[in-house]
C-alpha cells in the first residue's frame, strides 16, 4: 500500500519563527488534506489541497502531486500552533483516506 | 448538525464486555469514515461506508469489529469481548463524496479496555 512520510517527526521553535513541514507520499493520490491535532486530541481541518497552492492566513500549503509531496508552511508561529500535524492522501483507485506520520511541532513562548 | 457528533466521549469497560460507539455525521455527507489513534500513534482506517454500505472494510482488525450505519446518517462501531489492545481513541469523518472531498472528523471517543 501507499506509504505516506512527514518530516521532520518532531520540531521545536520559539515563538515567532517559521517552518516548513514535508509530506512525501509513494503513490499518486486523488486528495490530500492536512490537519492540526489539538493538545485536547481534536483534528483540526487546514487545508483541502490535491493540487496547488493556497494561503490562509499565517499558513499556506502547496502540493505538487506529480511529485508526490505537500509541503506546509507555518510564519510566525505561536503557542497555539503546537501540536501534532498530519497530512491525509486518498490514493487513486481508492475511497479513503491514509494518514502520514504526523509531525509534533512545540511552540515556546 | 453542525458539526460530527461522538458519543460517548469516554468509555472504560472490563476486558471481554462489548462496546458500541456512536457516530453522527454531517448532515447530508454520504460518505463515513471510522480511524483508530493509540496513544501517541497516528490514525488507522477502519472502515468507511458510502450511504449504508460498506465498500471497504480492510482495515478492521478482526472480527471482534463491526459496524453498521442506518441510511446515510449515524454509525455504529461495535467491538465484541473488549481486549486491552483495543484501547485507544476512535475517530468519525464525514465527506460529502467518498475520498473525493473534504472529510471532517468528531472529537473522538476516548476507549479504555480495564
Known amino acids: 500500500g501507499i506509504q505516506v512520510e512527514q518530516s521532520p517527526p518532531d520540531l521545536i521553535l520559539q515563538e515567532g519563527a517559521n517552518s516548513t513541514l514535508r509530506c512525501n507520499f509513494s503513490?499518486?493520490?486523488?486528495?490530500l488534506q492536512w490537519f492540526h491535532q489539538n493538545p485536547w486530541g481534536q483534528l483540526i481541518n487546514l487545508f483541502y489541497?490535491?493540487?496547488g497552492t493556497k494561503q490562509n492566513g499565517r499558513l499556506s500549503a502547496t502540493t505538487v502531486a506529480t511529485e508526490r509531496y505537500s509541503l506546509l508552511y507555518i510564519s510566525s508561529s505561536q503557542t497555539t500552533d503546537s501540536g501534532v500535524y498530519f497530512c491525509?492522501?486518498?490514493?487513486?483507485?481508492?475511497?479513503?483516506?491514509?494518514f502520514g506520520t504526523g509531525t509534533r511541532l512545540k511552540v515556546l513562548a | 448538525g453542525a458539526g460530527v457528533s461522538q458519543s460517548p466521549s469516554n468509555k472504560v469497560t472490563e476486558k471481554g464486555k462489548d462496546v458500541e460507539l456512536r457516530c453522527d455525521p454531517i448532515?447530508?455527507?454520504?460518505?463515513l469514515y471510522w480511524y483508530r489513534q493509540r496513544l501517541g500513534q497516528g490514525l488507522e482506517f477502519l472502515i468507511y461506508?458510502?450511504?449504508?454500505?460498506?465498500?471497504?472494510k480492510s482495515g478492521l482488525p478482526s472480527d471482534r469489529f463491526s459496524a453498521e450505519r442506518t441510511g446515510e446518517s449515524v454509525s455504529t462501531l461495535t467491538i465484541q469481548r473488549t481486549q486491552q489492545e483495543d484501547s485507544a481513541v476512535y475517530l468519525c469523518?464525514?465527506?460529502?463524496?467518498?475520498?473525493?472531498?473534504?472529510?471532517?472528523f468528531g472529537q473522538g471517543t476516548r476507549l479504555t479496555v480495564v
Open positions: 461506508f458510502q450511504g449504508n454500505s460498506a465498500p471497504d
Open positions: 448532515s447530508g455527507h454520504t460518505a
Open positions: 491525509a492522501v486518498a490514493p487513486t483507485g481508492t475511497y479513503k483516506y491514509i
Open positions: 489541497i490535491p493540487s
Open positions: 469523518a464525514s465527506s460529502l463524496g467518498a475520498g473525493l472531498t473534504e472529510a471532517f
Open positions: 503513490d499518486s493520490v486523488n486528495n
